[in-house]
């Protein structure tokens, strides 16, 4: 009777090794990709990494750093939102500058009056003296004289001290230097802000305290293109590029605008200021029209393939 339960349960584990082998051996078919990963559309295309940015002629996006150190008090403005050159976006707490420019608006007056005061007592030693020389000595009024020119330069003073602070007064209100479109504000109603930034909780670092661009004109991409690839980047005639938008099959033609000549390290794209490897880019600027329906955003990152007319016509 043993004999017969060891042999049923050497069989039993046979069949169990030889379906599990089996069952092991069955391949499950993979699911289909969410989107179709971008692709080469040029014979000879060149690949690069992109970041999406606001058309601007010159640089990027608009990076404002107040000139004044404060606490932010209110912020009229909210991303997103279209402002006009001149147009308050910040403003910071002023009261000690203000009581400092009502200080000098006030120093204006004492100076006035002195100087009103010292140039009378010149007058009346000058007509005296005109009068009979021997009444006034050449020592007094020439004193008399000096220190009404005095009390005037202090009054030159005063003014230009109220002129400063003036000045100094209006850099605690922050305004757009042209017109745009907000991106983004990196602080709020209470903090301290310095002309270093806005401290940022997360990366603990500093940042701008506002970053403006332009929102109704076409968008563009700054891709960088690799040091080793430099020499098969076309011609601006003859050259044609394509963007693929991460995590969709949406690609979208691309216009040349210009190549910013000077190649630095690849750190714009990863934030990183020292790398182990010192790879190198050439940052190529194009620009697009943004679909219909289709979400960009500035800072969104794409891939970039640039080729020749060429390829693009017998694409």
Same mark, same amino acid.
């Not at 403003?91 to 002195?114: E, G, H, T, Y």
């Not at 003073?157 to 230097?177: C, T, W």
């Not at 929102?215 to 980047?233: A, K, N, T």
């Not at 969709?248 to 033609?253: E, R």
């Given at each position: 009777?043993?004999?017969?339960?060891?042999?049923g349960?050497?069989?039993?584990?046979?069949?169990?090794?030889?379906?599990?082998?089996?069952?092991?051996?069955?391949?499950?078919?993979?699911?289909?990709?969410?989107?179709?990963?971008?692709?080469?559309?040029?014979?000879?295309?060149?690949?690069?990494?992109?970041?999406?940015e606001?058309?601007?002629?010159?640089?990027?996006?608009?990076?404002?750093?107040?000139?004044?150190?404060?606490?932010?008090?209110k912020?009229?403005?909210?991303?997103?939102?279209?402002v006009?050159?001149?147009?308050?976006?910040?403003?910071?707490?002023?009261?000690?500058?203000?009581?400092?420019?009502?200080?000098?608006?006030?120093?204006?007056?004492?100076?006035?009056?002195?100087?009103?005061?010292?140039?009378?007592?010149?007058r009346?030693?000058?007509?005296?003296?005109?009068?009979?020389?021997?009444?006034?000595?050449?020592?007094?009024?020439?004193?008399?004289?000096?220190?009404?020119?005095?009390?005037?330069?202090?009054?030159?003073?005063?003014?230009?001290?109220?002129?400063?602070a003036?000045?100094?007064?209006?850099?605690?209100?922050?305004?757009?230097? =042209?017109?745009?479109?907000?991106?983004?504000?990196?602080?709020?109603?209470? =903090?301290?802000?310095?002309?270093?930034?806005?401290?940022d909780?997360?990366?603990? *670092?500093?940042?701008? &305290?506002?970053?403006? *661009?332009?929102?109704?004109?076409?968008?563009?991409?700054?891709?960088?293109v690799?040091?080793?690839?430099?020499?098969?980047?076309?011609?601006? =005639?003859?050259?044609?590029?394509?963007?693929?938008?991460?995590?969709?099959?949406?690609s979208?033609?691309?216009?040349?605008?210009? &190549?910013?000549?000077?190649v630095?390290?690849?750190?714009?794209?990863?934030?990183?200021?020292?790398e182990?490897?010192?790879?190198?880019?050439?940052?190529?600027?194009?620009?697009?029209?943004?679909?219909? *329906?289709?979400?960009i955003y500035p800072?969104?990152?794409?891939?970039?393939?640039?080729?020749?007319?060429t390829?693009?016509?017998?694409?």
């Amino acid at each position: 009777m043993r004999n017969k339960i060891l042999i049923g349960l050497a069989i039993f584990g046979i069949l169990l090794g030889i379906g599990s082998a089996y069952f092991l051996r069955i391949q499950s078919n993979p699911q289909p990709p969410a989107f179709k990963p971008a692709s080469n559309p040029y014979a000879k295309g060149i690949y690069a990494n992109g970041i999406i940015e606001t058309a601007q002629t010159s640089g990027a996006n608009i990076n404002i750093y107040p000139e004044v150190a404060g606490t932010v008090v209110k912020i009229p403005v909210a991303e997103g939102q279209q402002v006009q050159a001149g147009m308050p976006l910040l403003i910071l707490d002023d009261k000690v500058q203000r009581s400092n420019a009502a200080s000098a608006k006030a120093q204006i007056d004492v100076a006035k009056a002195n100087l009103k005061n010292l140039q009378a007592q010149f007058r009346k030693l000058k007509i005296s003296w005109n009068l009979d020389s021997r009444s006034v000595s050449k020592d007094a009024l020439d004193t008399a004289e000096n220190a009404a020119q005095g009390a005037k330069a202090n009054l030159e003073l005063a003014e230009k001290q109220y002129e400063a602070a003036n000045a100094l007064l209006s850099k605690y209100v922050i305004k757009a230097v =042209s017109a745009g479109a907000v991106l983004s504000i990196n602080t709020a109603v209470g =903090s301290y802000i310095s002309s270093q930034g806005s401290y940022d909780t997360y990366t603990r *670092g500093f940042l701008p &305290v506002l970053v403006m *661009g332009n929102l109704h004109s076409d968008l563009g991409v700054r891709c960088y293109v690799d040091e080793i690839l430099i020499q098969r980047i076309p011609a601006p =005639s003859q050259m044609r590029a394509r963007m693929f938008i991460h995590g969709t099959d949406i690609s979208i033609p691309l216009e040349f605008v210009r &190549v910013q000549p000077n190649v630095s390290p690849k750190i714009e794209l990863s934030s990183q200021r020292t790398e182990r490897v010192d790879v190198r880019v050439l940052p190529v600027i194009f620009s697009f029209e943004k679909p219909k *329906g289709v979400s960009i955003y500035p800072g969104q990152l794409v891939d970039v393939y640039i080729g020749e007319q060429t390829d693009a016509a017998k694409k």
